[in-house]
Structures are given as C-alpha cells and as structure tokens.
C-alpha cells in the first residue's frame, strides 16, 4: 500500500439549459496518506461526489489523473454510497459474498460480521432490516475487499442522531482493526471531528482546495462530547470562513 495522489486540473460538466460547460473542479490536489481517515467537507453540489466518483473510476472524463504506487491507476476501491445498495433477492451474507468471489475465506466474513455486530442478521433478507443496519452492512462489503482507499459519500445520512452514533462508532471500531485509507465525505463538522485524522475543505463550485487542518484529539479521547465540541469552536474561531462552507 502507497499514498494515493489525487491530481484534477478541471472536470466540466455540460450546463444546464445553455451552450458551453459547468465547471465543476479546477485544479485539486490531495494526497492521501496510507492508512489515513481524511474528511472532505464543502457546500452542497461543490461536486464532492463527482471527486469520489473519478477517484473510483467511475468518471474518466477529466483532465488530471490519480496516482497510486509505483504508475498512474485507479487503486483498489471499495465505495460506500448514500443509498446502502443492497440486491433485496439476496441474504445479508450472501450481499458480502457476492463482491468477493469463491475464491475467499469465510473467516474473514465472520470477523467482520462480529465487529459490526451482525452475525445474528447474516441470514436476514434486507427487507427486514433497519437503515442503519443495512447501512452496516454496506460498511461490511466495502472492507471485505480489503482496499487500497474506502470512498464513503454521507454513508450516514438520513439517520436518526443515536443511529448515527451507533453506526460510527462500530465503524471506527472495525477501522481501528483493520486499518484502510479513507476518504470520507460529510456536512457535518462534529462527525467529522469524530472520525477524521485530518479535515479537508472544500469551496463551492468550482470546486478548489482551501485549507486543511488535522484533528489534534487523540482517538482514546474522541468519546468525550466535551472535547470534541471545544475543537470545534476552537475551529470555527480561527477559520471563520468554514461557517460558510457547511
């Protein structure tokens, strides 16, 4: 595994009841850190998920490229949507396998059904599940691939506050055991206080690079609302432009 360079010199999009293109992205750069939990946060439809999908290879039409390793590809991905995509004619187990082939362990399945508190559900269709539980087992699918970057589009939206909670927290916890590289994409600045090693922000479209900041709390301490929420407005104080951006 090797840092992942992200380099989008414009994407364009044709606009929307008029000649010419949108442009949606210009000139980004991140890289991404073996390993690393990063948050990207910006305005609605600064074009995070269009930068998701050309980092997936999803969406080709664009100047720029991606780099991982030792040449220019698309590293391994898994991707979480916001919507959790399960196929309903197929059991929860059976959703994990079937991204893994027959060449794999069940063992493997097993661990990841454990952590994410699910073994019980591995036979349930999911019509009979929660949101959030099919949220988790999205979650599960993603890992299960072992890749070399974790795309995750506002996994949690739509959840109610302690779902959400519940849900982080199991997915910090399968993390912590099997750490990948993360780019995680949210609106809101307590999750991504909760989650992120390092916070990314975004301007509008055109979407740009406009700062970054780690999160300087140590994981032991990320439990503590207290914290979390003094970072926070620590953070707003000293970049007051964020207000705008969430």
Request: glycine residues 4%.
């Amino acid at each position: 595994m090797t840092d992942i360079r992200v380099n989008i010199a414009s994407k364009f999009y044709p606009a929307v009841g008029r000649a010419g293109q949108h442009l949606a992205i210009s000139n980004l750069n991140l890289t991404l850190k073996v390993n690393e939990f990063v948050c990207l946060l910006g305005p609605s439809g600064c074009g995070k998920t269009t930068l998701l999908n050309i980092i997936a290879g999803l969406d080709n039409d664009f100047k720029g490229d991606i780099f991982s390793g030792q040449r220019h590809s698309v590293p391994k991905i898994g991707y979480i949507f916001q919507n959790p995509r399960l196929l309903p004619w197929r059991t929860v187990r059976e959703n994990i396998d079937l991204v893994l082939g027959d060449q794999h362990s069940p063992a493997v399945v097993d661990a990841l059904l454990e952590v994410m508190q699910l073994t019980q559900f591995q036979h349930v269709y999911p019509e009979r599940l929660s949101l959030g539980m099919s949220r988790r087992v999205a979650i599960i699918r993603a890992f299960a691939v072992d890749p070399d970057i974790l795309l995750m589009d506002e996994p949690f939206v739509s959840l109610d506050a302690p779902t959400a909670r519940q849900v982080r927290e199991l997915l910090l916890a399968l993390w912590s055991e099997r750490p990948h590289t993360v780019l995680f994409v949210t609106h809101d600045l307590r999750e991504a206080i909760a989650l992120a090693d390092r916070l990314v922000f975004l301007s509008a479209a055109p979407m740009s690079f406009i700062s970054e900041v780690k999160v300087p709390i140590d994981r032991t301490d990320r439990h503590n609302e207290g914290v979390r929420e003094e970072f926070r407005r620590q953070l707003l104080n000293d970049y007051p432009l964020i207000k705008t951006l969430l």
